[in-house]
């Protein structure tokens, strides 16, 4: 098969290259808007009654329960499949104290499937990792119905009048917080 004919010294860019790029520019556009960014024009977020949370006990626990009125709230969602989200734990890891200090710090596990199967590998996949880190579970993805986000690791941060005032999607800068 013939291919076609160009003038000398051109070169064709190939179709597959196009794609990739027009594919990847599509992407970025459409994360824009949940990459780093501080967020002061949030609305609060409506924690109603059906929006809880599973604790390492499956005991259900409303979101809004989880939330300290003296402190703003930070939200890790994670995964244990997800590499980023474990670097990223490892770095809370480290630094629970002083993010204790300044945060209620709630982490959130997206493993999904089986609760009665997952709750406990998670729990003894925190162990194995040596992380002492209370994490609840989302098998229902209310927070990722109610924020709109589309990839893990997340973070958001509540202040104490329940209003959005940052979120993050990749991993967490500690230095900007």
């Excluded at 990223?88 to 630094?95: A, F, Q, R, Y």
């Excluded at 690791?153 to 940052?166: V, Y």
Aim: hydrophobic share 40%.
């Amino acid at each position: 098969m013939d291919q076609p004919k160009t003038k000398v010294g051109q070169k064709r860019v190939p179709f597959k290259a196009i794609f990739v790029l027009v594919s990847g520019l599509i992407l970025a556009l459409s994360l824009a808007p949940f990459m780093g960014r501080d967020s002061k024009n949030y609305s609060p977020i409506d924690f109603n009654t059906q929006l809880s949370l599973l604790n390492d006990q499956d005991n259900s626990i409303k979101i809004e329960s989880l939330l300290n009125q003296n402190k703003d709230s930070l939200f890790v969602l994670w995964a244990t499949w997800c590499e980023p989200c474990i670097v990223e734990l490892e770095e809370i890891s480290k630094n629970k104290t002083e993010l204790s200090d300044k945060y209620n710090l709630i982490l959130v596990n997206l493993d999904g499937g089986n609760k009665d199967k997952v709750i406990p590998e998670v729990k003894a996949w925190l162990i194995s990792q040596k992380f002492d880190l209370a994490t609840y579970f989302d098998f229902d993805e209310v927070l990722i119905k109610t924020l709109g986000f589309a990839s893990i690791p997340h973070s958001f941060a509540l202040n104490t009048e329940k209003k959005l005032i940052w979120q993050n999607s990749g991993i967490l800068n500690l230095e900007k917080l």
